[in-house]
């Protein structure tokens, strides 16, 4: 299994340079370091020497992809793709390109736990709730609760998340006045200000969810296990929650897990809408600002997530079923 | 003599219906491929769908042929001066709607309303007071609007509703007559389209156009004198933005996945049958894209558009082509981010297909390999191409909402779902509370998306026949 593990943290390397060469290509051959200095500092007249001094000051003063003043290996290393990767790898994000030039590294991690305040819970409330939903479908198959569950949940994916986002504050907000509109605080208060997102994710994504694990489940029911259960004289009550729910886990396993890395980069929309201070809301902050070197961090970090997200999914089939084994 | 201008997006989506009506041709002669579709019109929810769709298609396709007016020559200019022309770029769409362009109001108004939503310094009988403007279009034919308009709108909405009853009626006997034949005439034709005892279910497609003609009518009927989904802040008709997103969401359905096509099914079909290295480099590919979180891949590549577009000003005689040629961008990024799943789908299935006698066959005949992919393997991973082509078309048209909120959707100038939702966002906090917007952005997107979803899902159910025993089904108990 170490072997196993090894292998993959070695492919996920290769790939994180995959992805880091991709975004530097893409960000540094349309928009050149000029281009940068020119947009961040501003104004009508930016003469040739203020953008050498913004350059110097960020370190964008070197050749892009090769140096030919230097020689030997520092042809390669005193460039700004050597030396913006390799601080990527030891994750050291850097300042951000713009005026403020926040230090983003600072930033992800005091952005961080709020993040994961309302991405954690909701990832665990999702996978209960999902689950538990298509259970009651799959329990009550080929009766009418199964049949209109089905056309709730058809009903329910076909509507964006911004909807029900824009209803549920209008409701909860404005109408009833129950919980603040948006904003954030910490410790216990943070409940009030996170437990509308939480619900409001929950509803949105629950008809995806729930139909995708009905079908899981409904696989997992037609098989032979399943029938000698039955045979045996097991309630179906037993059935489904010792026998189908233990097997359909892997499936259900790969689709939850998909979503890991989101978990911590926090659902941008609903963090940007709540006006909760996480890592959604700094890309979106980000974006809308053309800070090219956040964007850059938070493509690095989703990227590192992601692989990470890999290895955990990998362990957790091996937990849910001994059979599996990783090599 | 108007010039027709053709938008990239247009070219496009005439291509796709030269390319549909090839495939509908194709699926004709093959008795498989017809035998999968012939599934797909027996479902009821699909046809319907499918008939939704079209009424979506139609309006998109009418939005999609674009051309600039010829201006009246300059008074006095020779007999063979040039033809100058305007400078806007009208389709066909808004040459249908250009009652309701002259019909712009100068802010909010409610759906049906006769006054504006704010208060504003009025004069009246040489006195300044405060009090609901009367609006310059919307119910401007009646002398007493307080006392007349419920009136003529409930007379108004009633022709609708018969008319549109009477189209509905003519489509019923349309079918009718021409399933005459094969149910022994006329009059037992409709006994059994009433019945549902067709073999495909038209009494499901007859209902659905039905209540499309009902809701239309009125529609119809209302909106030279009214603006039936009130106006937005500038005054224009929300009816109209409604409509013109259509085609966005259309554009954005279709485009983006067929621009996934190329690379998903070749990178796809490369990697499942030669195995090895080309294998590895492929899924290395794919899995490197796939690692980068969707919305940060897509806002990090827009943002770079944005900046060439920005550099190049210069590309463009209208507007409207700047942002047409935005969309397409946006869908060209959405395709080549986006084709890891269907990749994936590919390459799994090649690698079984290459293993089986046919293609065995064919090695040992001595085809050559590009032939082998493209006429034995290629066609035998069509279906999966199909199932995921529908099924991301409503991922997509939601996904677009989300794009434009972030900021790297569509260009803010272009009617889209995404840019009313995100105004809506404002308007909804306003007292009073301007909710047409949000409504209308709300019912035109959730009705195309689930049409949508229904037909694709009645697409996946024929086409896999895995899928079909998921199909939620209530059984009869024995009488």
New interface residues.
């Given amino acids: 299994m170490w072997n196993y593990l090894i292998r993959r943290l070695g492919y996920g390397v ?2 994180l340079i ?2 880091n060469l ?2 530097f290509i ?2 540094f051959t ?2 050149t370091p000029d ?1 940068m200095a020119r947009l961040n500092i501003g104004g009508k007249r930016v003469t040739q020497d203020q953008i050498e001094k913004w350059k110097a000051e960020r370190g964008y003063d070197k050749p892009l992809y090769w140096n030919v003043k230097e020689e030997g290996a520092a042809k390669l290393t005193e460039t700004i793709v050597w030396e913006r990767s390799v601080s990527l790898f030891a994750l050291e994000f850097g300042r951000s390109d713009a005026r403020a030039a926040v230090d983003i590294g600072h930033e992800i991690q005091s952005r961080m736990w709020v993040s994961l305040q309302l991405a954690l819970p909701l990832f665990i409330l999702q996978v209960i709730a999902s689950t538990a939903f298509a259970l009651l ?1 799959v329990f009550f ?4 609760i ?2 209109w ?3 709730l949940c ?2 329910m ?7 029900y986002i ?1 209803v549920g ?2 409701l909860f907000s ?1 109408l009833f006045k129950l919980v603040p ?1 948006n904003g954030y605080a910490g410790g216990l208060d943070a409940v009030k200000f996170l437990i509308l997102p939480i619900v409001l994710s929950l509803l949105s994504r629950l008809g995806t969810e729930a139909r995708l694990y ?2 899981m489940f ?2 997992e029911i ?1 098989k032979d296990y399943v029938r000698t259960a039955r045979a045996k004289g097991l309630a179906e009550s037993i059935v489904l929650f010792r026998h189908v729910l233990r097997n359909a886990l892997i499936p259900i396993i790969t689709s939850a897990g998909s979503y890991l ?2 978990v911590f ?1 926090g659902s ?2 609903f963090e ?2 709540f006006g909760i201070p996480g890592l959604g809301a700094f ?2 902050e980000a ?2 600002g ?1 800070d ?1 070197a956040i ?2 961090a ?2 690095f970090l ?2 590192l997530l ?2 990470a997200s890999y290895v955990v999914i990998d362990v957790a089939y091996t937990w849910a079923d001994p059979r599996i084994r990783l090599s | 003599m108007p010039k027709f201008v053709f938008l990239w997006t247009d070219v496009v989506l005439y291509l796709l219906i030269v390319a549909l009506a090839g495939y509908a041709w194709q699926v004709r002669r093959n008795a498989n491929q017809r035998a999968n579709w012939y599934k797909v019109l027996r479902d009821p929810a699909a046809l319907s769908a499918a008939i939704v769709m079209l009424l979506f298609g139609a309006v998109t396709l009418l939005d999609s042929v674009h051309f600039r007016r010829a201006l009246p020559p300059a008074p006095g200019a020779a007999a063979d001066a040039p033809v100058f022309y305007s400078t806007t770029t009208d389709s066909l769409l808004d040459l249908m709607l250009a009652r309701q362009y002259l019909m712009r109001e100068t802010g909010y108004s409610e759906p049906l309303a006769y006054l504006g939503l704010n208060k504003e310094p009025l004069e009246r009988d040489g006195q300044a007071v405060r009090d609901f403007p009367r609006l310059q279009h919307g119910g401007a034919h009646l002398a007493d609007p307080a006392r007349q308009r419920w009136p003529d709108i409930v007379a108004r909405t009633a022709s609708g509703i018969a008319i549109g009853l009477l189209v509905a009626a003519a489509f019923a006997l349309l079918a009718a007559a021409l399933l005459a034949r094969g149910h022994g005439g006329l009059r037992s034709a409709l006994r059994d389209l009433v019945a549902d005892r067709t073999d495909v279910p038209w009494r499901a497609a007859l209902l659905t156009l039905a209540v499309a003609c009902v809701l239309i009518g009125p529609v119809v009927a209302l909106m030279g004198h009214y603006h039936v989904l009130g106006t937005d802040r500038t005054g224009n008709d929300v009816l109209v933005q409604a409509l013109k997103s259509v085609r966005t969401a259309f554009v954005i359905g279709t485009l983006a996945t067929i621009a996934t096509l190329p690379f998903a099914v070749v990178l796809g079909v490369l990697a499942g049958y030669f195995k090895g290295w080309v294998d590895e480099v492929i899924q ?1 590919l794919y ?2 894209l ?4 969707n ?3 897509i ?3 827009v ?2 558009v ?3 577009l920005d ?1 190049n000003p210069d590309m463009f005689e209208t507007g409207l082509e700047r942002s047409d040629l935005k969309i397409f961008l946006l869908c060209v990024i959405l395709g080549v981010t986006g084709w890891a799943t269907l990749c994936r789908l590919v390459r799994a299935e090649t690698l079984k297909l290459r293993e089986l006698e046919f293609v065995q066959a064919a090695t040992a005949f001595g085809v050559g390999d590009a032939r082998i992919m493209a006429r034995h393997i290629a066609p035998n991973v069509m279906h999966l191409v199909l199932i995921t082509t529908v099924l991301s078309f ?1 991922e997509l048209i ?1 996904y677009e ?2 794009l434009t ?4 959707g569509v260009d803010p100038s272009m009617n889209s ?2 840019g009313m ?1 995100n105004l ?2 404002s308007e ?2 306003r007292d009073p ?1 301007v909710w047409w917007s ?1 409504a209308a952005a ?1 019912g035109f ?2 009705t195309l ?2 049409a949508a ?2 037909f694709a ?1 009645g697409v996946r159910d024929a086409f896999d026949p895995r ?1 079909r ?2 199909r ?4 009869r108990k024995p009488a």
Avoid: W
């Fill in positions: 290769l790939i995959g992805v991709f975004t893409l960000f349309v928009n281009d479908l198959r080929h009766s009418r199964d049949f569950g089905v056309v058809v009903l994916l076909s509507i964006s998340a911004l909807f824009i504050q209008f404005r509109i009905r079908a409904l696989e037609g890395p989101y980069l941008l929309v940007s809408f890309v979106i974006i809308g053309q090219f964007v850059r938070m493509v989703g990227a992601y692989i | 290395y899995t490197t796939s690692s980068v979180p919305v940060l891949l806002a990090a590549c943002l770079m944005q900046v060439f550099k409503s939601l909402a989300v909120y972030v900021g790297v779902f995404g939702i809506a966002r909804m906090s509370v949000f709300f997107m959730v998306v689930l979803n229904l899902d899928a025993s998921f939620p089904r209530v059984l």
